[in-house]
């Protein structure tokens, strides 16, 4: 099930003209196709748009071998509104009982939303500056879609490997492997000025506290002192709070300023 896809991956070496051309018309099917991207910037997205471009990717780049070399497997697609540092990911699965094995590709909306919007820095995946919300996506599924592949044929897989590395170039024209989007704790830095360190003054059901910020996702996570609350390294005892950083008032810096 396997064996053509192993030939294709050790006989291709796309040139960027194919890989561009290719890659456009990806594009261009789906806003043509899919029932919830109807623009570039789409604000609306469904686990059936993955699918949809799996399929043309795994056609036009593999001759669909990838979903030959998946047999009777299931591929599954999912959106992950929790992945706040990740544009994407791969994961196989096992079913403890029946010992039923599946793949699932998923995709962060919460990543993909945050950019292009208003005026923003380059929004660079695997080295190649994206245009818009729908060619973020597309480096996305390429770099998962590499993933499964390893996945398939070797048991394993890692983007920081030579072979991952190879296959990304020779196919899609990927010169790194990581994406530098902008992640909801950047954008919350950047319109804010709350970093991680900072003591911060909030209020919560009425009541306002004073702590220090120890990490930022979709909201901050906030330390404040408590006898009563968990025993932390530095030997003090903290309750833990989730405030949206828009609520926080900065009242002292950050450690090392």
Not at 200 to 207: A, C, D, L, P
Not at 233 to 246: A, C, N, R, T
């Amino acid at each position: 099930m396997t064996a053509k896809l192993y030939q294709i991956l050790e006989s291709t070496d796309l040139g960027s003209e194919v890989v561009s051309a290719c890659t456009l018309q990806i594009h261009a099917h789906v806003l043509n196709t899919s029932k919830y991207i109807d623009q570039p910037n789409f604000n609306l997205i469904h686990q059936s748009d993955l699918e949809l471009l799996f399929d043309e990717y795994d056609c036009r780049f593999f001759q669909g071998e990838v979903r030959q070399a998946l047999g009777t497997t299931p591929l599954r697609f999912s959106l992950s509104k929790r992945m706040t540092s990740a544009g994407g990911k791969t994961s196989r699965f096992t079913n403890r009982l029946s010992g039923e094995q599946w793949f699932e590709i998923s995709a962060s909306t919460a990543i993909l939303f945050e950019c292009f919007e208003d005026d923003h820095r380059p929004i660079i995946a695997s080295g190649i500056v994206c245009r818009d919300r729908l060619d973020a996506l597309q480096r996305i599924m390429e770099h998962e879609l590499i993933h499964l592949i390893e996945l398939l044929l070797w048991e394993k897989s890692s983007c920081s490997q030579s072979r991952f590395h190879s296959i990304s170039r020779r196919f899609f024209g990927h010169t790194q492997n990581r994406h530098q989007f902008i992640t909801p704790r950047e954008k919350a830095i950047v319109k804010s000025g709350i970093r991680p360190g900072m003591t911060v003054r909030f209020e919560y059901e009425g009541v306002v506290h004073t702590g220090r910020v120890n990490r930022i996702n979709k909201r901050a996570t906030v330390l404040v002192e408590d006898r009563r609350g968990m025993r932390y390294s530095d030997g003090k005892h903290y309750s833990k709070f989730y405030i949206p950083v828009e609520m926080l008032e900065a009242v002292g810096p950050a450690n090392g300023e």
